[in-house]
């Protein structure tokens, strides 16, 4: 006689798939570059470079030889100016979701002059499938980031950093600075 099967059973509450895991703590780390950068920074100057290595998550492997300070200061300041453009995508996909998927909890009307407008569901969906794509696009935007800077740091950790990554992180910078300076030019 055959016996039924057991069914599976379900992952353990809290749990999240590795991918996941994975992607939320590379955004984590974007985000977070600017504060790291700067305590860094501060680490460096103190004397503490050590401690500064693993705030910037670039601890050379054991036996390798500690980098200067004044190499993770650099390197600290370049996280630091990573750091800002990693804020402004944050506050870009917060401002698209606040305005997205939750735009008719936050105006209230009336709708005549918005987005798919005169109706509130036409403005919520016209501005839902526009905010979709731009948090798509900030989201891959600071994951580039973490990774960027993580291939940034390799030096710290005793490997060899690609000939394109500090023109790219140099470039990463200036974009950011420059977005920065024209939204704050079109301020009243």
């Not at 300070?69 to 600290?76: D, K």
């Not at 731009?134 to 490997?159: E, F, N, Q, V």
């Amino acid at each position: 006689m055959d016996t039924p099967r057991a069914p599976l059973s379900p992952p353990p509450a809290g749990t999240l798939p590795r991918a996941t895991r994975r992607a939320a703590l590379r955004g984590r780390d974007a985000v977070t570059l600017l504060p790291r950068g700067a305590a860094a920074l501060a680490l460096t100057v103190i004397g503490r470079a050590g401690s500064a290595c693993s705030l910037l998550r670039a601890v050379p492997p054991p036996g390798a030889p500690r980098p200067s300070p004044v190499r993770v200061a650099g390197h600290a300041v370049t996280a630091v100016l990573l750091g800002a453009p990693a804020l402004v995508l944050a506050g870009v996909t917060l401002l698209a979701l606040a305005r997205g998927p939750f735009y008719g909890f936050v105006d209230q009307g009336p709708y005549d002059n918005s987005w798919g407008g005169p109706g509130k569901g036409g403005a919520w969906l016209a501005h839902f499938a526009v905010a979709v794509p731009c948090c798509l696009a900030a989201t891959a935007g600071l994951h580039g980031l973490a990774g960027l800077h993580d291939r940034l740091t390799a030096p710290l950790r005793g490997r060899r950093r690609a000939g394109w990554v500090l023109p790219t992180a140099l470039v990463c910078c200036l974009a950011g600075a420059l977005f920065v300076w024209a939204f704050a030019r079109q301020l009243p």
